[in-house]
């Protein structure tokens, strides 16, 4: 079955770095987009990061524009969210899914398969 497990969230302090991995297994991960998405206490879940099957095209949110960077490696089936210059406002659980979709892949419902989250909390 397809499994997709994030790693590397943590406690940072403000103006510190992290960087998510999450590796994925049980698919053809070329054949999918990825995304990064976050939640926070109280809050929906929403857009971050997503790349598409061959990296060629990348978008983030405009709250993380020039700080958080997502890449992927296809020989690793693992795709990656560096975040840097992070701020309190960054504390969420941050998940990483997948989408079998050539379509808008910023938009959740696009996305097939999810992992379980990791923590990413940022003090001030």
């Known amino acids: 079955q397809v499994q997709l497990v994030e790693s590397g969230g943590g406690l940072v302090q403000a103006g510190g770095s992290l960087r998510l991995s999450c590796a994925a297994s049980?698919?053809?991960?070329?054949?999918?987009?990825m995304g990064w998405f976050r939640q926070a206490p109280g809050n929906e879940r929403e857009f971050v990061a997503a790349?598409?099957?061959?990296?060629?095209?990348?978008y983030v949110v405009d709250s993380v524009k020039g700080r958080f960077t997502i890449s992927r490696d296809n020989a690793e089936n693992t795709v990656y969210l560096q975040m840097n210059s992070l701020k309190p406002e960054d504390t969420a659980v941050y998940y990483c899914?997948?989408?079998?979709?050539?379509?808008?892949?910023?938009?959740?419902?696009?996305?097939?398969?999810w992992g379980q989250g990791t923590q990413v909390t940022v003090s001030s």
């Open positions: 049980g698919l053809t991960f070329s054949y999918y987009a």
């Open positions: 899914a997948a989408a079998q979709t050539s379509g808008n892949i910023r938009t959740m419902t696009r996305y097939n398969y």
């Open positions: 790349i598409n099957w061959s990296g060629g095209d990348r």
